[in-house]
């Protein structure tokens, strides 16, 4: 028996997904604003403060979640869902740019996942959307995107959003893996993470990226994208920025520097 909400869904499509979910009546899906595609007659939109589970009883427990997701730059409301009608209801909620959507039962999985803060798409409504904090302070100075990861729990499902395509890795206990920092989805509360620097001049200009890295500890579950969005907006950014008078040449950014337009 769940404590919260339990409701059906299917993911339709390829590079631009979005997700249809069921509800039975007086059944609930939270979502972040933005990810709302369509939904039937007889759903009742609502803006609640926080994210609506039970672990949010009382308005000190309703400021404290709200501040934690402000500091990821998230909204310090959601808006829920609800089939008021008396037959079964659909809502849908689509991908925010192109890649996968990955459903997560978190009844399955432990009760908890922690994510990318970027990556949540919507819920059943019960399961809370707080934020994990790494605790090494090295990880806050140099573990850029890294640094603060989202944490889902409960024992509803929920939906994550990744770019590119996704792959998911389970983890023996004590193997490690290596990984961009941008390029970790999720993963299960036992997987140890950490975040390590690569010294070198070379590195340090040259290796963009992966001057750091996520090193990730098994047991566990983890989820990778191919695709994070930062590398994908700063793709966009760096093309229409710049007066790229070589286009297609071998050198590339590397005559841009030397002529200056780089700078």
């Known amino acids: 028996m769940r404590n919260n909400h339990e409701i059906d869904y299917r993911i339709f499509g390829e590079e631009m997904q979005y997700v249809e979910i069921?509800?039975?009546?007086?059944?609930t899906a939270v979502a972040e604003a933005g990810s709302f595609m369509m939904m039937d007659d007889g759903i009742q939109?609502?803006?609640?403060?926080?994210?609506?589970?039970?672990?949010?009883?009382?308005?000190?427990?309703?400021?404290?979640?709200?501040g934690k997701r402000m500091l990821t730059g998230e909204s310090l409301f959601m808006t829920t869902y609800t089939n008021m009608g008396q037959g079964k209801r659909r809502v849908s909620f689509a991908s925010p740019y192109p890649g996968k959507i990955i459903?997560?039962?978190?009844?399955?999985?432990?009760g908890k996942v922690v994510c990318q803060k970027d990556s949540f798409l919507c819920?059943?409504?019960?399961?809370?959307?707080?934020?994990?904090?790494?605790?090494?302070?090295?990880?806050g100075l140099f573990g850029g995107e890294g640094f603060i990861m989202q944490k889902l729990e409960g024992d509803g499902m929920a939906f994550v959003h990744a770019g590119g395509h996704v792959m998911q890795r389970d983890l023996q206990p004590g193997?490690?893996?290596?990984?961009?920092?941008?390029?970790?989805?999720?993963?299960?509360?036992?997987?140890?993470?950490d975040i390590q620097f690569v010294g070198?001049?070379?590195?340090?200009?040259?290796?963009?990226?992966?001057?750091?890295f996520a090193t990730l500890r098994g047991p566990?579950?983890?989820?990778?994208?191919?695709?994070?969005?930062?590398?994908?907006?700063?793709?966009?950014?760096?093309?229409?920025?710049?007066?790229?008078?070589?286009?297609g040449?071998?050198?590339?950014?590397?005559?841009n520097m030397l002529d200056g337009d780089g700078w």
């Open 22 to 27: 069921e509800l039975d009546p007086e059944e």
């Open 175 to 193: 193997e490690v893996l290596k990984i961009d920092t941008g390029c970790v989805v999720g993963f299960t509360q036992n997987v140890n993470y």
């Open 249 to 255: 040449s071998i050198l590339g950014g590397i005559g």
């Open 103 to 110: 459903p997560i039962d978190l009844q399955q999985l432990g």
């Open 45 to 66: 939109m609502s803006t609640i403060f926080g994210d609506g589970s039970q672990q949010q009883s009382g308005l000190l427990g309703k400021l404290f979640s709200a």
């Open 123 to 139: 819920a059943a409504k019960g399961v809370a959307i707080g934020i994990e904090f790494q605790r090494k302070l090295g990880t």
């Open 220 to 247: 566990g579950t983890v989820w990778i994208q191919t695709l994070p969005i930062s590398r994908l907006a700063s793709r966009i950014l760096s093309y229409g920025t710049f007066n790229r008078k070589e286009e």
């Open 200 to 212: 070198g001049i070379k590195n340090t200009l040259f290796g963009g990226e992966g001057v750091f």
